[in-house]
């Protein structure tokens, strides 16, 4: 990541670490003797660092739930993506479930906020780092990833796309020649093409008087390979599944009949 936090001293992470060996009681001797009262932590501020959840976690995650479950029987009800060889399948899975899921927030106007993360949240991290390991290995939405998503999603708004644009537009990100190690690469370039070209004649048909609007779009499309999964998955699912792998769903929901 080029963008550094410039609200954090040497005070503040050293203070984190003195409290991180407190808590830890291998460290504790340790730390005993080198702790400085005079250092206290305080949170992050820069949007970089500063750690956020959804303010109303229930009622959004449900909501989330129901976008994802949409997204992945649109995939399986495309008679050309059922064509593809399995290995294919599950590539494009990886590659477009993210910017198909932020389409299907826009295209249902779902809107969110978000809080701080509560400090005792990570608190209990540390305490319970031996049990959760890997709990303190995943990175945790910050404000920033936030609002890049909000930015996302206030874009689209602002296009007002119809139905057909966006099940258009969802073709041209499923079907990715790019993705690596595809078999049936070419077939897939193909379904791209045909997808945009879907897309620019019902744009012009609905929109005739805007020459801009294919173009808006597809860089509003672009914006959306900036969101990462770990962003979408530990805010709106990870309250659900708890430390099973996304992903996994995904796939037994694709394949599932």
Not at 13 to 36: C, D, F, P, T, V
Not at 84 to 92: E, F, I, R, T
Not at 123 to 142: A, D, F
Not at 164 to 184: H, Q, R, S, W
Request: charged share 20%.
């Amino acid at each position: 990541m080029d963008n550094v936090c410039q609200c954090t001293d040497y005070n503040d992470r050293q203070s984190n670490a003195i409290l991180y060996n407190i808590l830890n009681r291998e460290n504790y001797k340790s730390s005993h003797n080198s702790l400085k009262y005079n250092f206290m932590p305080r949170r992050c501020n820069c949007e970089m660092r500063r750690t956020v959840c959804l303010k109303s976690p229930a009622d959004i995650c449900q909501g989330a739930s129901g976008v994802l479950v949409k997204t992945i029987h649109f995939m399986k009800n495309l008679p050309a993506f059922n064509q593809l060889p399995l290995n294919d399948q599950l590539s494009l899975l990886q590659s477009c479930w993210v910017p198909l899921f932020i389409l299907g927030l826009a295209q249902e106007g779902m809107n969110f906020d978000v809080i701080d993360t509560p400090v005792d949240s990570m608190l209990k991290r540390i305490l319970l780092n031996s049990q959760e390991s890997g709990v303190m290995e995943r990175e945790q939405p910050t404000l920033a990833g936030v609002n890049k998503l909000k930015s996302c999603l206030k874009k689209f708004w602002s296009l007002d796309l119809s139905p057909k644009e966006y099940a258009y537009l969802k073709g041209t990100m499923i079907f990715n020649p790019d993705v690596k190690d595809l078999k049936a690469a070419l077939f897939v370039e193909d379904l791209q093409q045909e997808a945009q070209h879907a897309l620019r004649e019902v744009v012009q048909s609905l929109h005739p008087g805007d020459r801009g609007r294919f173009a808006g779009i597809l860089l509003a499309a672009s914006m959306l390979k900036t969101i990462t999964p770990n962003l979408i998955t530990e805010l709106f699912f990870r309250p659900v599944i708890g430390q099973a792998d996304l992903l996994d769903f995904l796939v037994d929901m694709l394949f599932s009949r």
